[in-house]
């Protein structure tokens, strides 16, 4: 924790960043960071310049958090870093995942990355990086030593990150239980009625429904040999471009759908869901249960992207999703998964 605040303190410029399409737990590390400096250094004597910026566009679900509205969204952080003298990565530790220049980025003077994801991380300045913590958020909570600045809005911040990178808590291991002791200061600090504070960010917008019908008329079963039965569903861009749909249409009903059917149907223990994208892309979602696939070694050997053990997303370069999951699939042909 000094150390981390020893680089801050002789910083002027700094950006707090996470990666690109970012979820709640991304939204959440980025704030309570950005929250915490701001509050240690308003007062200070030495000026300090302090930015969250995100490669990408705004996640609008969160905006009912508190400096929500101080995120800047950009085509690439890497045009935008100014005169930056500290970079602060978030929930993600390949600079690849947070820009599409990143040597731009590991040319700053000094880089911070605090996560908890168990990819092979890049080189940073300061590294905390701890995989068996249940969300970055409990992560940042824990580093920063968080409880001396816990206000209603703070402690909001932080339980939405914990919430939504375990699902509710329902994907917590047995070695990560001190989040439910951070969970409960949370709640308390923050006065929070967890099933209402669920709607403020998990509701289902009434367009996104023709998504879900798209997604469950497209599911499918697959069987490769030497891997699990998995479950595939696929919105084809046709659908996309003639719903003049968003980017951000096509990740709420992946992670609806996701949320609801995959690895919940029997004998299915994973499963992958794939969105077309406007830069003419495929998004590529998996979920899987333990004992099963290990979807970030998958998706880290196909060079696609990465994430957790049993949940990831990446891009495929096929416009067409059909094209996108014949791909994964002559992949899966020739290679063995991981399993765990």
Same mark, same amino acid.
Request: charged fraction near 25%.
């Given at each position: ?16 960043? #996470? ?10 590390? =980025? ?62 530790? %390949?600079? %690849? ?39 970055? !958020? +409990?992560? =940042? ?5 968080? +409880? ?26 047995? *070695?990560? =239980? ?8 949370? =709640?308390?600090? $923050?006065?929070? %009625? ?49 719903? #003049? ?21 029997? $004998?299915?223990?994973? $499963? ?12 590529? *979602? ?5 004992? !099963? ?30 094209? #996108? ?16």
């Amino acid at each position: 924790m000094e150390d981390f605040y020893n680089l801050v303190a002789e910083s002027k410029s700094v950006i707090i960043t #996470a990666h690109m399409s970012p979820d709640g737990d991304s939204i959440s590390s =980025v704030l309570s960071v950005y929250t915490i400096l701001i509050a240690k250094y308003q007062k200070s004597s030495i000026e300090k310049k302090i930015r969250i910026v995100y490669t990408g566009v705004s996640k609008e679900d969160f905006a009912f958090l508190k400096n929500f509205e101080k995120i800047e969204w950009v085509d690439d952080i890497a045009n935008h870093l100014d005169d930056t003298d500290l970079l602060i990565v978030l929930d993600v530790n %390949n600079l %690849n995942r947070v820009s599409k220049n990143p040597e731009k980025l590991s040319a700053i003077k000094n880089t911070i990355c605090i996560d908890h994801h168990a990819s092979v991380a890049d080189s940073f300045t300061l590294s905390f990086i701890d995989s068996n913590i249940s969300s970055n !958020s +409990e992560m =940042v909570y824990r580093t920063l030593g968080a +409880e001396q600045y816990l206000t209603e809005d703070l402690a909001q911040i932080f339980l939405l990150g914990i919430i939504t990178d375990t699902g509710n808590f329902s994907h917590i291991k047995p *070695s990560q =239980v001190g989040a439910f002791d951070v969970a409960k200061k949370l =709640v308390e600090i $923050g006065k929070i %009625n967890i099933g209402f504070f669920n709607t403020k960010f998990s509701g289902i917008p009434k367009k996104i429904i023709p998504l879900l019908q798209v997604l469950m008329k497209n599911m499918n079963f697959k069987e490769v040999d030497g891997w699990p039965d998995t479950q595939i569903s696929f919105i084809d861009r046709e659908t996309f471009e003639q719903g #003049a749909y968003t980017d951000e249409d096509m990740s709420t009903a992946s992670h609806i759908h996701m949320g609801q059917y995959v690895t919940r149907i029997g $004998g299915y223990s994973w $499963g992958l869901v794939f969105t077309p994208r406007s830069d003419g892309t495929t998004r590529v *979602s998996g979920r899987s249960l333990p004992e !099963s696939v290990n979807i970030r070694d998958m998706f880290e050997r196909i060079q696609i992207g990465g994430g957790h053990d049993r949940a990831s997303g990446g891009s495929i370069k096929e416009s067409k999703t059909e094209d #996108a999951i014949a791909q994964i699939l002559d992949w899966m042909k020739i290679n063995k998964p991981s399993i765990n």
